[in-house]
């Protein structure tokens, strides 16, 4: 059973550039969670789908930000018009139903904006 | 309310010693506490985790230790080993919510 896998690893971006991180979860778990990790910080949570759903997107900025998970292919977090200030480790997680407490984390996506 | 402390940011210790890594929290409504490990370039891996109903957990050398009152939780790692050097995550969550609330982790590094 693969893990939650996410892609790019690392992706390099000029400054106003569109970004695309990709997250598959583990098969056969329906709830995604993407956080950032700003260096030598922990993670800070940004938002939490179901299949097609939004449940909580707290964590995640008012703008140039959005998270889609749609009922077929992977969750994907966009970073509009990206900034310096956006450059982190993006990390997806996953879970399964039922067990929403535990969760698998990818490997993460780490975006560099010039 | 809903931060979880962590301390020490980094700890360096001999093989075979027993690291502490402690952590408080704020949230009553927190009820579960699980601990992540971090490898350079990877992402965090679940190692452990408690909930309140009971003081203490172990699953092989880790240990979480839990003080419901004090509203704190701490992992001890026994006979470490270099192989454990990575950060430690702790982090908190309740049930009906949907967030994990991390603390800011610490970097520990086993001297061989």
């Known amino acids: 059973n693969a893990g939650v896998m996410q892609n790019p690893r690392h992706l390099v971006r000029r400054r106003g550039q569109e970004a695309r991180l990709r997250c598959s979860p583990m098969k056969g778990h329906s709830h995604v969670y993407w956080y950032r990790q700003l260096p030598e910080e922990g993670l800070k949570f940004m938002v939490y789908l179901q299949k097609e759903n939004i449940i909580d997107e707290s964590g995640m900025p008012k703008e140039r930000f959005s998270a889609e998970f749609p009922k077929e292919g992977p969750s994907i977090l966009r970073i509009q018009q990206v900034v310096r200030g956006d450059s982190a480790a993006y990390f997806c997680?996953?879970?399964?139903?039922?067990?929403?407490?535990?969760?698998?984390f990818g490997p993460g996506t780490r975006l560099t904006v010039l | 309310q809903q931060q979880v402390k962590q301390s020490p940011q980094s700890l360096i210790v001999q093989k075979g010693g027993i690291p502490i890594i402690n952590c408080a929290y704020e949230?009553?409504?927190?009820?579960?506490f699980p601990w992540y490990q971090q490898f350079p370039g990877k992402g965090p891996a679940l190692l452990i985790a408690?909930?309140?109903?009971?003081s203490e957990k172990k699953e092989g050398r880790f240990t979480i230790s839990f003080n419901k009152s004090a509203k704190q939780f701490s992992l001890h790692i026994m006979d470490s080993q270099p192989g454990d050097s990575a950060t430690y995550f702790c982090?908190?969550?309740?049930?009906?919510?949907?967030?994990?609330?991390f603390g800011a982790g610490t970097r520990l590094f086993v001297k061989a």
């Open positions: 408690i909930r309140p109903d009971v």
């Open positions: 982090a908190a969550s309740y049930t009906g919510g949907f967030k994990t609330i």
């Open positions: 949230n009553t409504a927190f009820d579960y």
């Open positions: 997680a996953s879970s399964p139903e039922g067990l929403i407490d535990t969760q698998y």
